[in-house]
């Protein structure tokens, strides 16, 4: 059985609007690309994220069968 393991950063880890920052003192940062368009969107979202209306998965989906 596959066992899942989520980001760190929450969903953002795997989302395709999501951009990985890194601070001149090392700190990692997710800057959402969304906030750009839209100021419903925080710029820098408080980690980790487990919902958000803009998500869209980077990763393929999967097909799961149900024996």
């Known amino acids: 059985m596959?066992?899942?393991k989520l980001d760190p950063a929450g969903i953002c880890?795997?989302?395709?609007?999501?951009?990985?920052?890194t601070s001149s003192?090392?700190?990692?940062?997710?800057?959402?690309?969304?906030?750009?368009?839209?100021?419903?969107f925080v710029k820098y979202p408080r980690l980790?994220?487990?919902q958000c209306p803009g998500?869209?998965?980077a990763l393929p989906k999967k097909e799961i069968t149900i024996s």
């Open 13 to 21: 880890g795997e989302c395709i609007h999501a951009k990985i920052v």
């Open 48 to 50: 980790p994220v487990y």
């Open 25 to 40: 003192k090392g700190g990692i940062f997710y800057y959402c690309l969304l906030s750009e368009r839209n100021p419903e």
């Open 55 to 57: 998500f869209q998965s």
């Open 2 to 4: 596959e066992s899942l």
